[in-house]
């Protein structure tokens, strides 16, 4: 019986001077290629805009998964380039292919196992990557020059500002605003959920038109820019070359001018503010003392409600530390047990690892917040009409109330009921203004906060914030606790999950012996 060998394809191209048709020139030709070999193609894969420097490409992955299904014994590409300008990406996945018997073939490259041929694909394999690592410093020097000419770089345009016809930076007055606000409320000792509370209630939103989260914070806060320096390549500080381990290369510098962009808050204030995140990381009074709580401000007594707080002590004969979260009152009133600080702690970070931090969970979120946008979307009209009814309503009772004084029926219900329909009626008024569509996300919108999370120190108060901004409560029970997530990451207004677990399920985790029981 005549084996005919079946083929995937696979097409790429980058956004390096080439276009889509390049991706049908490539199909075009590996076609007439296994035409004239007599193979037979069942499947193509096609990845556009995706450099072959990363792996990180959608069409690219799912024919790796695919590979071992036996569904094609032969992987065909234009050039061994379009497979991968990585010598070490390319080894690792040719080595995946080879377990399954599936081999790599280029139409322009005749490669076969001889000695020669794996020579020279290791020659072509190294003029692909050193082409790659080249094209990326020229990108970066022209980068530079744009730089140096204050005009901007590339990426989102920070908040606060828009981009004139020779791409510099102006002002955008009501983004301002919400820029100058942002500041001011952290300078005054606020912190990150108040400032969201605040910009969100009076309809202010993101570069994108989205909802404020915490993540979105942290950016704005550290942007020298608001105060009319131009500032480019801050990722190559000394902080984060220790952060990272490539070396920096001598043009890799950092670009900063004086009055190189519009100023939007003050020199004043923007130190004030570094001063105050320098002291959150290192004031130890206020945020470790002898220990760090990892939840702080969001564990609640399921008994009687109060705030649990932190709790350091040395107990028996041989002065063993134990840290714990308990009950203010759990002596006089609600006689709830504390809980073992180091095994929440510890069990908190793995959840929250497993439900949100890994880029298979954070995909399937953004696929269930996607859904309640769509959710949100198709019952927008519907909600704005309601609030629209209420607001009418209300200044239709507030017009009753005018009229009766004008009519010299002054009391002091009246009085009273006008005050709360005028508080009612700001109410509405806010919430008609923040109402409105909302975007889907993708997931490269939320990837970087996986980037964020491996950046992070642990028992810092970053490491704390960024993950608080997950957790909306924990309550604690007489023989439970639950855990409520808050997976919405900042995009939409409620989507939260649950996760409920017997006392005695955290201590059997650590192997404690420490018995459920009241």
């Not at 094609?72 to 991968?84: G, Q």
């Not at 806060?221 to 220790?242: M, P, Q």
């Not at 945020?287 to 008994?303: A, Q, R, S």
């Not at 002054?410 to 009626?425: F, Q, W, Y």
């Amino acid at each position: 019986m005549l084996n005919i060998p079946r083929v995937a394809q696979y097409a790429r191209f980058s956004s390096d001077n080439q276009c889509t048709e390049s991706i049908d020139a490539q199909i075009r030709a590996m076609n007439q290629f296994c035409k004239q070999q007599h193979w037979k193609v069942v499947a193509t894969y096609k990845d556009e805009a995706r450099s072959a420097t990363t792996d990180n490409r959608l069409e690219f992955q799912k024919m790796i998964t695919d590979n071992s299904k036996g569904l094609f014994e032969i992987v065909l590409v234009h050039k061994l380039d379009r497979f991968s300008r990585d010598r070490y990406d390319s080894a690792i996945y040719k080595k995946r292919l080879k377990k399954n018997n599936v081999r790599l073939c280029s139409v322009l490259e005749m490669i076969d196992d001889s000695p020669e041929s794996i020579m020279m694909e290791s020659v072509l394999e190294g003029m692909a990557e050193y082409y790659s690592k080249n094209l990326g410093r020229e990108v970066m020097k022209r980068m530079q020059e744009t730089a140096l000419q204050c005009k901007h770089t590339g990426g989102c345009t920070p908040l606060g500002y828009d981009l004139d016809s020779e791409k510099k930076l102006v002002i955008n007055e009501h983004e301002a605003e919400a820029v100058k606000i942002i500041f001011e409320i952290f300078a005054d000792g606020y912190g990150y959920s108040a400032i969201i509370s605040y910009l969100n209630e009076h309809g202010y939103t993101t570069k994108k038109g989205r909802i404020f989260g915490k993540n979105s914070l942290y950016e704005i806060l550290r942007n020298e820019k608001y105060t009319g320096v131009f500032v480019f390549n801050r990722a190559a500080s000394k902080t984060d070359r220790k952060r990272n381990n490539h070396a920096y290369k001598a043009n890799d510098k950092i670009i900063r001018i004086e009055n190189g962009c519009p100023q939007i808050i003050s020199k004043e204030l923007f130190e004030k503010v570094q001063r105050i995140k320098a002291k959150n990381r290192c004031n130890t009074g206020r945020y470790h003392g002898k220990e760090f709580y990892l939840l702080t401000g969001k564990i609640f007594c399921g008994v009687c409600g109060k705030r649990i707080q932190g709790n350091l002590r040395f107990s028996d004969r041989n002065k063993t530390r134990l840290s714990t979260y308990r009950c203010p009152t759990h002596r006089i009133e609600c006689r709830n047990k504390e809980l073992n600080k180091d095994y929440l702690d510890a069990y908190i970070v793995v959840l929250l690892e497993k439900k949100i931090l890994n880029a298979k969970a954070l995909k399937n979120l953004v696929k269930r917040i996607n859904s309640k946008i769509r959710k949100y979307n198709s019952d927008y009209e519907q909600n704005y009409s309601e609030i629209k009814r209420k607001y009418e309503r209300t200044l239709e009772s507030l017009n009753h109330i005018t009229e009766a004084i004008e009519k010299g029926l002054l009391t002091d219900n009246l009085i009273a009921r006008a005050e709360v329909l005028e508080t009612e009626k700001a109410s509405l008024e806010t919430r008609l203004k923040s109402l409105q569509m909302l975007e889907e996300i993708n997931y490269s919108d939320v990837a970087y906060l996986l980037d964020e999370y491996r950046k992070l120190k642990r028992n810092t108060e970053e490491f704390r914030t960024f993950l608080q901004q997950f957790v909306k409560e924990i309550r604690v029970f007489p023989y439970h606790f639950e855990v409520v997530l808050d997976i919405s990451l900042g995009f939409v207004l409620e989507l939260t999950e649950t996760i409920s677990m017997r006392r005695g399920e955290l201590y059997e985790l650590f192997e404690s012996k420490v018995k459920e029981e009241q």
